[in-house]
């Protein structure tokens, strides 16, 4: 996975070379790779997905069924079983992952159109589908779902060697680029990801015409050449160079950023480059949730105006969510600056991971940040995790993140090594032409003591870069949007065989440069206590609200632990709060407590559990806000 970054100035550490093996990842990702895989398989199977590839490719009769996006949940199930593959291999899912290509095969027009929605039946097609090829880009995901193709048959490709999904790839890539283009088609797909897809594609064939065109679908926004514009919820009302506001469907936004950080760094486009530094303060400094969640509006799945983070109705897509945690890993790539991680980790371990139930087989769609019992914030069921959605984006997407987690952890430059999420477990890779392998030993993010024992198989010098989140320097996130209410004297410590040396921060990271022999000791202790956020003043809905957090983690009050009335649950600031591990509950939690004034002015004792850990138990009412005084 690490070549998929080369042109970055930074590479990621391939998640092949690091293992996982701490209590609270590797048993999600085990869940990730043992359970939701094979279920999203099945669903997909039930649902008619599945087949309506055997459908377009005569192997079976019978109209297609679903929704005409449908393609992409399959692209994406397969993407993250290849993934699977690579960390550990299984005869049996590369089989069905063989069977399931030979019906993409199947389904594929002789000119390498693949699009089961109208090839099924071309006459009858589904009306967003548009009356012909390419008649509706703006609504019918034909240029969407062969984006997520490209990615998961890349990653097929480097799981297993075998270029028959790769092949299929590219001979609908060389179709699209034969009819799109300053000379041919000019226009936009409506919801972007082919961008992403093609730029993927063009790093493992080195073909470069597919990041000219990857580079054309992001140009050709915003202008009307030929065609109609279609807005502001596509992220075509200015030519992406020209936005500085997030605006619009935040899913196709993130994965819009994401594309335009490629095209800066494999082009070394400085506009590029400005403009996805302009919308990342923009999002980061006024739309972000405090769960690292975008996306403030149902209407349209949509970033709101600034400032517009609300709470019982917020919408925070779990999609939007990893869009976000992509986004934000290529910009770190792109500057080596901590300030990126520091966003993705707060989406990872707040706004993503509750999206997806610990069973692995329950899904939030919207991720809201507080549930009066009523509301029902889940578009299209109820209250509670759901075992599906008609759209299906959000189930089928957490399991293209969970197995390549590690490959999140470090990354190395030439003459750098960073550490960017700690997370228990081992590495073997290179800093320049040095060999070096890391264990890594940690309880986080219940505990901020992180040890590493760092290897080298000879002499070298070489900077190592330890991030110091930003809640371990004083604030929640690099931005002015939250703020922490009561100050903390603790202090992040760094230690080298056993002795302490000076913390010197550089762009949010410590830094070590020194001429590394042999195995050294460095441990990391970072603070932890519980802290009250408050949210920028603009922000109207969280005027006069107060959040806890510890560590990465955002915390949230639950009826099943505090009866009901939580949305008139007030915080005294004075007031104790203390942190207890519990083993025994959700998976084993560090929970938070103390006392709370409930809607009746009676002191009451409480109980907070992370946020990535509610809806588990009792549906009932939730808040991450509560009333300051």
């Known amino acids: 996975m690490s070549d998929f970054y080369r042109d970055y100035a930074i590479a990621p550490v391939s998640f092949t070379d690091v293992s996982i093996n701490d209590r609270y990842w590797k048993p999600r990702i085990d869940t990730a790779v043992q359970i939701t895989i094979p279920y999203d398989f099945e669903k997909c199977e039930e649902t008619g997905?599945?087949?309506?590839?055997?459908?377009?490719?005569?192997?079976?009769?019978?109209?297609?069924?679903?929704?005409?996006?449908?393609?992409?949940d399959v692209f994406k199930v397969v993407e993250g079983a290849a993934y699977a593959l690579q960390i550990a291999p299984n005869a049996e899912l590369e089989a069905y992952l063989d069977d399931l290509i030979d019906k993409f095969a199947a389904a594929q027009e002789a000119d390498g159109y693949l699009y089961t929605a109208r090839t099924i039946d071309p006459a009858n097609a589904p009306e967003p589908c548009g009356p012909e090829r390419w008649s509706n880009p703006r609504v019918n995901h034909e240029l969407y779902n062969v984006g997520h193709m490209y990615e998961a048959a890349v990653a097929y490709f480097e799981a297993t060697g075998k270029r028959s999904f790769l092949d299929i790839a590219v001979k609908n890539a060389d179709l699209i680029d034969s009819v799109f283009g300053p000379d041919g088609l000019r226009?936009?797909?409506?919801?972007?990801?082919?961008?992403?897809?093609?730029?993927?594609?063009?790093?493992?064939?080195?073909?470069?015409?597919?990041?000219?065109?990857?580079?054309?679908?992001?140009?050709?926004?915003?202008?009307?050449?030929?065609?109609?514009?279609?807005?502001?919820?596509?992220?075509?009302?200015?030519?992406?160079?020209?936005?500085?506001e997030a605006v619009g469907h935040a899913v196709r936004a993130g994965y819009m950023y994401a594309g335009m950080t490629d095209i800066a760094a494999s082009t070394d486009d400085a506009d590029y480059a400005a403009a996805v530094r302009a919308l990342w303060d923009n999002v980061v400094g006024k739309k972000l949730a405090l769960?690292?969640?975008?996306?403030?509006?149902?209407?349209?799945?949509?970033?709101?105006?600034?400032?517009?983070?609300p709470n019982l109705t917020a919408y925070n897509e779990t999609c939007a969510a990893q869009a976000n945690i992509l986004w934000n890993q290529r910009m770190f790539l792109l500057t080596g600056e901590a300030k990126y991680i520091d966003v993705l980790e707060r989406s990872l371990y707040n706004g993503f991971l509750s999206g997806v139930g610990i069973d692995g087989r329950s899904f939030y769609y919207v991720n809201p940040l507080s549930c009066d019992g009523v509301y029902l914030f889940n578009r299209e069921t109820s209250m509670s995790r759901q075992p599906w959605y008609q759209t299906a984006c959000c189930p089928t997407n957490v399991v293209r993140l969970l197995p390549?987690?590690?490959?999140?952890?470090?990354?190395?430059?030439?003459?750098?090594?960073?550490?960017?999420?700690?997370i228990a477990g081992q590495a073997n890779f290179k800093v320049g032409e040095t060999a070096v392998s890391v264990r890594q030993q940690t309880d986080y993010p219940w505990d901020g003591r992180i040890a590493l024992d760092l290897n080298v198989e000879r002499s070298a010098d070489f900077a190592l870069r330890l991030r110091i989140p930003?809640?371990?320097?004083?604030?929640?996130?690099?931005?002015?949007?939250?703020?922490?209410?009561?100050?903390?004297?603790?202090?992040?410590?760094?230690?080298?065989?056993?002795?302490?040396?000076?913390?010197?921060?550089?762009?949010?990271?410590?830094?070590?440069?020194?001429?590394?022999?042999?195995t050294t000791r460095i441990e990391l202790r970072l603070p932890m206590p519980v802290r009250r956020v408050i949210a920028h003043p603009a922000v109207g809905e969280l005027d006069g609200l107060v959040a806890l957090e510890r560590g990465p983690l955002v915390y949230a009050l639950e009826q099943v632990d505090n009866g009901s009335g939580l949305l008139e649950y007030a915080l005294p600031y004075g007031g104790r709060l203390r942190a207890e591990y519990e083993p025994e509950l959700l998976g084993g939690v560090t929970t938070i407590k103390g006392e709370a004034v409930n809607g009746n002015g009676r002191t009451v004792p409480f109980k907070a559990v992370p946020y990535y850990a509610w809806g588990h138990r009792d549906a009932g009412e939730m808040t991450v806000w509560l009333r300051r005084i």
């Open 187 to 244: 226009d936009v797909p409506g919801h972007q990801e082919i961008e992403v897809g093609l730029v993927r594609l063009f790093r493992v064939t080195g073909d470069a015409r597919y990041l000219r065109l990857a580079k054309f679908f992001l140009d050709e926004r915003g202008q009307a050449n030929g065609r109609k514009i279609y807005g502001a919820n596509c992220q075509d009302h200015a030519p992406v160079t020209r936005q500085s």
């Open 470 to 518: 930003a809640f371990a320097q004083g604030q929640p996130l690099p931005s002015n949007l939250y703020r922490y209410l009561d100050e903390s004297a603790d202090a992040s410590t760094l230690l080298v065989n056993g002795a302490e040396v000076p913390l010197f921060i550089r762009d949010g990271y410590a830094e070590l440069t020194h001429n590394w022999q042999g």
């Open 291 to 309: 769960t690292g969640g975008i996306g403030a509006r149902h209407d349209g799945e949509a970033f709101g105006d600034d400032y517009e983070l």
């Open 49 to 72: 997905r599945i087949d309506n590839f055997a459908k377009a490719g005569g192997l079976m009769e019978g109209a297609h069924q679903g929704i005409y996006y449908n393609d992409s």
């Open 404 to 422: 390549s987690l590690s490959g999140y952890v470090y990354a190395t430059s030439e003459d750098e090594l960073y550490v960017n999420l700690y």
